[in-house]
């Protein structure tokens, strides 16, 4: 089974830029998290979608982040304007509801 | 925001030495789950157990939960280089909002 892909792997902007990721979940899998994981501490959880639905977004920061999950498959993360405080790996997930969750290689972002 | 905490924050033992690391959390929860993260790799899932459940093992990991302690535990038993990494409790509580904790970093020394 294809694991939860993730692009690009890397990405460094200058602040005020706008950035997006990309997240393809394993197949079946409903659930789809978004994490921002800063160095040195547990992964933050942005926001979780179920289908396409929005089940969770408490702590995205609105003014500036935004997600999507389009016929309850792919999702892409938007960041703008960034800020050097958003530098972090984001971290993409997956999983059948109430069940573990399957993590992307994350993407590293660097704001200068 | 909710989190859990583990305890401790870092761990360093001899290969083949027992590790115990300790989450506590804050509210009633579905279930409760151990990953785990090598240096710059992505996170790993080790273990769920269930809010019904007490004591769950996989291989050489064994979980306990106390609900009215609101507490886990993750028992890593002969411990080997490899399980040198950081390990995070993350619970998925009631309401289905989803809060990783802190992290022990555990190091293993061959």
């Known amino acids: 089974e294809a694991g939860v892909a993730q692009s690009p792997r890397y990405k460094i902007i200058e602040k005020r830029q706008s950035v997006a990721f990309w997240c393809n979940p394993i197949s079946g899998h409903a659930t789809l998290y978004w994490y921002q994981q800063i160095l040195g501490q547990g992964p933050k959880l942005l926001i979780q979608?179920?289908?396409?639905?929005?089940?969770?977004d408490s702590q995205l920061p609105k003014d500036r982040f935004s997600a999507e999950r389009l016929k309850g498959v792919d999702s892409t993360l938007k960041i703008q304007p960034a800020k050097l405080e958003d530098s972090a790996v984001y971290l993409c997930a997956s999983s059948r509801w109430g069940y573990e969750q399957y993590f992307g290689p994350g993407t590293r972002l660097t704001v200068t | 925001s909710q989190q859990g905490e583990e305890d401790p924050q870092a761990l360093s033992i001899q290969e083949g030495e027992n590790a115990t690391m300790n989450c506590s959390y804050k509210t009633s929860i579905n279930n409760l789950q151990w990953y785990r993260q090598n240096s710059g790799r992505g996170l790993v899932h080790l273990i769920l157990i269930r809010s019904n459940e007490r004591e769950k093992h996989s291989g050489r990991l064994r979980v306990t939960l106390d609900t009215s302690k609101k507490s886990s535990s993750l028992l890593i038993t002969a411990s080997r280089a490899a399980d040198t990494a950081s390990y995070f409790c993350a619970t998925d509580e009631l309401g289905n909002q989803f809060y990783f904790g802190t992290g022990t970093s555990l190091t293993v020394i061959p």
């Open positions: 979608f179920q289908n396409n639905g929005v089940v969770d």
